[in-house]
């Protein structure tokens, strides 16, 4: 059997016409030499790259392909100390006489009344350590500023009477990724120290084309590093969406895949190819 030009009428450039490219393609496999052979050849191919996760979206991250990796949910209902780390900008108050200053802002203006430092911000280094007018370097990784807070109060008091010493870390933030076809990244700063999973996912924009269902939590902390798995496709798991964010938390939407759209995109340009040579082929014959 002949093909007719009539057969011929398809908008190859149109990606909606993806399913007919198939249904033309097998139309002309079937009446051609070449045969069924090679049209369950090219379906191997099709399906081959379809179960190949990491060949079809290679930019996916964080695959977990063993669910037993993930740490309980549970355990981000209750609340965590930050505990400080390299990289953190710390800024230091010392006040003297209990930071009776803070109770009298006005003495600020008053001149020759001055009896507290100025917050100055260090940054702890690769090995933890921060260096301190009258202390030195001193070990702060790894401990909570109100630790951090007790212990300099301790060395102050040799310099300073009745020292009162405030902490806090300037520089916290989140880190918000999706995996959708349309990739973002976003650096979330703390607003406060409330800050929640929430918070992150709205000053991101948004889960967009991502998997609600699939957002993934990876936090570094004294215990080490953890996955958490988070639905919030269901009303049922509401109560994670409002977990404390600690800093440096990686938050990941799962990308939303489409797989047949994507190897008919994939594969449309070989599709035209083959098309067009057998479409010469049945003339010329």
């Known amino acids: 059997m002949r093909i007719t030009n009539n057969d011929y009428l398809i908008n190859f450039d149109d990606k909606k016409q993806n399913k007919g490219k198939i249904y033309y393609l097998w139309h002309l496999l079937k009446y051609s030499m070449i045969g069924k052979l090679q049209f369950i050849i090219l379906l191997g191919v099709l399906l081959f790259s379809a179960s190949c996760q990491r060949t079809m979206y290679p ?31 710390l800024k230091v108050l010392v006040l003297s006489n209990q930071g009776e200053k803070l109770l009298d802002p006005l003495s600020a203006g008053i001149q020759g009344s001055s ?34 807070e007790s212990e300099l109060k301790t ?15 300037v520089n916290k933030r989140a880190f918000f990724l999706t995996g959708s076809s349309s990739q973002t990244a976003t650096v979330v700063p703390f607003l406060n120290t409330n800050t929640t999973l929430m918070d992150v996912i709205a000053t991101a924009g948004g889960i967009n084309d991502g998997k609600a269902y699939a957002v993934r939590l990876i936090r570094t902390d004294s215990l080490g590093q953890r996955i958490y798995n988070i639905d919030l496709s269901s009303f049922e798991y509401a109560k994670y969406s409002g977990i404390l964010m600690q800093p440096n938390d990686i938050v990941y939407v799962a990308a939303r895949h489409r797989t047949v759209r994507k190897v008919f995109e994939e594969l449309s340009p070989y599709l035209t190819l083959v098309s067009t040579v057998l479409i010469i082929y049945n003339f010329t014959r």
Request: charged fraction near 20%.
């Open 155 to 169: 060395i102050y008091t040799q310099s300073v009477v009745d020292p009162f010493v405030q902490i806090s870390v």
């Open 59 to 89: 930019s996916d991250m964080y695959r977990v392909k063993d669910k037993d990796v993930f740490s309980s949910n549970d355990e981000l209902l209750k609340p965590t100390p930050f505990i400080i780390q390299p990289g953190d900008e």
């Open 115 to 148: 009896s507290a430092s100025a917050p100055v911000t260090y940054v702890v280094d690769v090995e933890g350590m921060v260096e301190l007018p009258l202390v030195g370097r001193i070990l702060v990784a790894g401990k909570t500023t109100s630790q951090c």
